[in-house]
């Protein structure tokens, strides 16, 4: 089942913008993990936070987790042209790391 | 760039075929998945396999059959499949199946049906 459901938003930003997306979830969850997928490609692993964190830094990524509100942001400063793809949030329950994936948001970073 | 490594990057095949999907890492991870992601949606889980044994399989049609012939292998066997079978389907490993455990994936194996 999926449990991580961001806002479904497409965002068109200029490069040096900073883009903002959202996620959602409806469970207790171990941990919430954001990944990257350029179109046609795999999924690249960007951040993982765990439940009992509530803010993480990675590089021009900042992700944050609101257990009370079940939600997740992730934050992409300065943004660059290849930043351009979609951006995916999945959760991991406790116990296992059967990862459920949210709808994905679709950004584009114009030059 | 990714240490999983899929094979092969395309594949047509028809509905009577019998193909597979290739998947190796060599991270000494000891879990391995199998993800299946219809165009412009999100991956979905197929197959885990832990320790080279078979822990999840989320009532995925026999037509695909996984195989784990060693730590670092995971197979994918395709068979009799259908035109609505045609998706990315992804591999990817972790260190362990507990949660916390990054899962890195391959690029995908791009399969058409027809």
């Known amino acids: 089942s999926q449990q991580g459901e961001e806002d479904p938003q497409a965002l068109s930003i200029q490069e040096g913008e900073n883009a903002t997306m959202n996620c959602s979830y409806k469970?207790?969850?171990?941990?919430l993990q954001w990944y990257r997928q350029n179109s046609g490609r795999g999924l690249v692993h960007l951040i993982l936070?765990?439940?009992?964190?509530r803010e993480k830094h990675s590089g021009r990524l900042r992700v944050t987790l609101d257990t009370s509100k079940k939600s997740s942001s992730l934050l992409i400063t300065a943004s660059r042209a290849a930043d351009t793809a979609s951006y995916f949030c999945a959760t991991a329950l406790y116990g296992n790391n059967r990862l459920a994936f949210g709808k994905g948001n679709q950004v584009v970073v114009i030059p | 760039d990714t240490e999983v490594t899929q094979t092969p990057k395309h594949l047509v095949m028809g509905m009577t075929n019998k193909k597979s999907l290739k998947c190796e890492q060599h991270?000494?991870?000891?879990?391995m998945y199998w993800y299946k992601q219809k165009a412009k949606k999100p991956p979905e889980l197929m197959f885990v396999y832990s320790y080279e044994k078979l822990s999840i399989n989320e009532s995925v049609p026999s037509r695909f059959s996984p195989e784990c012939p060693n730590s670092s292998l995971l197979n994918l066997h395709l068979h009799a499949l259908q035109p609505e079978d045609s998706a990315l389907y992804l591999c990817?490993?972790?260190?362990?199946?507990?949660?916390?455990?990054?899962?890195?994936f391959g690029e995908g194996s791009w399969l058409t049906v027809v």
């Open positions: 469970t207790s969850i171990n941990n």
């Open positions: 990817a490993s972790s260190q362990g199946t507990f949660s916390g455990n990054t899962i890195y």
């Open positions: 936070i765990r439940s009992n964190e």
């Open positions: 991270m000494g991870h000891r879990a």
